[in-house]
């Protein structure tokens, strides 16, 4: 029986097993014997989240626009169909060939979430891959690599991966299988492949870095060898408004996540948040022309059939023809019945023409981020957002025919105090009482006020790498004050579990010591370590107590702006001094303005040889 028999023959017995057959339109078939390097492009978490994943899509078209390689899609089994692969002898495939990645030139990871790195290692295993790398052949073929936000610390996942890929994809992916190609047909080994790729602008190869600790379980030193570079540079497209993007999408047979088009309007934000890893590590900001943005909107449309399309962007409003732009798309998606989509939006440029383009094509609540409670600590984070802005976008999204609101906050945040968690709960009261105030609300309708309430995070590549992490039991204190701090019905309250929180401060701040943790934690029965059901933080502190490693040293402690941090030798074109500066005036509570009316030093623009804007 081949594979494929053995897949269909068990198909019925799972959950969703169009996940597991492939076979969707836009999916991409070659012929093996004409294809000279396969890419798996595989991501850690089911196909209905993955497949959602616009980066996923972009670098797939990409990759088989080469006609000598062939990218497949490969995902995360649920676990019902993990079993019967594990009890049929079935390994990890792609969903194309349906052949196992093992046999696959590269076996590439996109890193989005620390909290999928166990989901890895249990991949590597379904696949047959040896998942140390020290323990895979010295042969040139299984070169497991990772892109994504995490590996900006790629420190928690060295000991299993090859080769690290920094920054955006787009031109360094294919300089990377043209070497492996090149590499290929001179027989090079495993060994001389790693030390060319580790030549190339934003390739990190770990295994050529060594660390040593000092006493204190601070790092002491790192060491370089093989002559890969001292410091390793992300890989940025300066041209965003030409970058590839593609005019197919592969279209699931099943509901996924965001089951819609994504057209991506901007990369990089200029807003400067000091607890916001995606605006930094994103920067430069680039965005494309709406015309650009018009075209691949309408040729994705018009191709795949969708019927929704969503803008993609840290901040979409942040686009500096936000107004034509939408025009031009509403235009089109309107004649066409084409729903279209926008992300959260900024309270600071949120208008009555922009409310009136929004409620052409969205009719649910809107959603807008205050983070903090307070003036004073939105000031601290940088959110350059006042009260009256934020009670003046609720107005005009009232007087519109608005009746819900829903705000994201973050607690536990850098001097952060009681006050604040309470201001939380009094700014959403007058919110509520703001509404009933206005004559011409909508009627007949109850308000609602939603307050979601996330955990604050330290992140690297922030002004606030260097903070602390509340505890468990602060958190929850202060979980609690909020609530008893809510004097309405109509004010609805959710936050994020504490013990999930912290492993994710863990693994983001983390060094090389986390890698046996992370690898124990696995072998106990951890993976899809995002999922409630199946979270088990007691078994990963069981495996923290194992290895010998104090989780609260990552995510409990002040980092000294002088030690030598675990990504201190990435460089992701932002300075180390730019961070330490912006901490301590967050300590000030003293803002910095965005990059369009001040250019605050970090550092972009002398990577990129450029100004970041031009200035009248």
Known sequence: MNLKEKIEKHLLEVQKPSRYIGGEVGSVIKDKSKVDVRFAFCFPDTYDIGMSHIGMKILYSLTNERENYWCERCFAPGTDFEEIMRKNDIPLYALESLDPIKEFDFIGFTMQYELSYTTVLNMLDLAGIPIFAKDRTDELTQIVVAGGPCVCNPEPLADFFDIFILGEGEEVNLELMDLYLDMKRQGASRLDFLRRAARIEGIYVPQFYEFSYKSDGTIEK????????????????????????????????????????????????????????????????????????????????????????????????????????????????????????????????????????????????????????????????????????????????????????????????????????????????RILDLFYSIEDRPKGRSPQISVSCATFVPKPFTPFQFEPQDTREEIERKQKLLLDSVKSKKIRVSYHDPDVSQLEAVLAKGDRRLCSVIYSAWKKGCKFDSWSEHFKFGTWLEAFEECGVDPAFYANRRLAFDEILPWDHLDYLVSKEFFIRENKTAHKSVTTPNCRLRCSGCGVNKAVGRECFCYD
């Open 222 to 429: 790192m060491t370089v060898r093989e002559n890969a570079p001292a410091t390793v540079k992300k890989r940025i497209i300066k041209d965003f408004d030409k970058v590839y993007y593609p005019e197919n999408f592969v279209v699931p047979f099943t509901e996924i996540v965001h089951d819609r088009v994504s057209v991506e309007v901007l990369r990089g934000c200029i807003r400067g948040c000091r607890f916001c890893q995606a605006g930094f590590i994103y920067r430069p900001f680039r965005e494309k022309k709406p015309d650009t943005i018009y075209n691949e909107t309408k040729c994705l449309c018009e191709n795949t059939g969708y019927d929704e399309v969503s803008l993609a962007s840290l901040s979409t409003s942040d686009h500096s023809e936000i107004d034509g732009m939408l025009t031009k798309l509403i235009d089109y998606t309107a004649g066409e019945r084409i729903n279209l989509s926008l992300p959260s939006l900024r309270v600071d440029n949120f208008s009555e023409s922009l409310l009136e383009k929004i409620k052409k094509v969205r009719k649910s609540g809107l959603t807008f981020a205050a983070e903090g409670g307070t003036q004073r600590l939105r000031d601290v984070i940088n959110k350059n957002v006042s009260e009256e802005e934020i009670m003046n976008t609720c107005r005009i999204a009232f007087q519109g025919g608005y009746s819900s609101v829903k705000l994201y906050f973050m607690m536990g945040l850098p001097t952060e105090t009681d006050d604040d968690i309470i201001g939380i709960a009094e700014l959403a009261q």
